[in-house]
């Protein structure tokens, strides 16, 4: 049988999330990851795999797949960069569209996230280091104007 994926047991999300020449949008929540790979995981595969488990990736085919448009919901890993004087440790930027989140549940926008990322295979490490949530989300939880 032919093995799709790495030795670290995960799908190969670098052609889907992994996409350096996207240019952020205003209305994109952006987040900045510090992920150390698992051995023998490249850091775009980390931060593509940061990007489609916290926002549409599934570890399975799932029949709704057809249903809707990928590109409107999915996490985009635009950037990664190595931080200085550590190894094997890099920033991963990732750009989520406004699409994806309930307006007004800082529950939900946390929970898809950062809720199912911390436990991924791929990675040795990972932390929040930033988070840019836009005007036009905050906009839309109650609250004076």
């Known amino acids: 049988k032919a093995f ?3 030795k670290a047991g995960v799908k190969d999300y ?3 999330y992994y996409t350096p020449e996207y240019e952020t949008k205003d209305t994109d929540i952006l987040a900045a990851f510090r ?4 051995p023998g995981v490249p850091p775009e ?3 593509a795999a940061v990007a489609a488990e916290s926002s549409t990736g599934t570890w399975t085919t799932v029949w709704t797949d057809g249903l809707t448009s990928l590109d409107r919901y999915k996490g985009r890993c635009y950037h990664i960069e190595p931080v200085i ?9 990732v750009a989520y569209p406004l699409d994806l989140f ?5 529950t939900n926008m946390f929970t898809s996230i950062v809720g199912n990322v911390f436990g991924f295979k ?3 490490a990972l932390r929040l280091e930033d988070l840019r ?3 036009a989300y905050s906009k839309t939880f109650q609250g004076p104007p």
């Open 35 to 38: 992920v150390t790979p698992q």
């Open 4 to 6: 799709v994926g790495f």
């Open 85 to 93: 004087g550590e190894e094997n440790q890099y920033i991963a930027y």
């Open 102 to 106: 309930e307006e007004g549940s800082v």
């Open 45 to 47: 595969e980390a931060g």
């Open 14 to 16: 670098k052609l889907t």
């Open 122 to 124: 791929a990675l040795r």
């Open 133 to 135: 949530i836009p005007p």
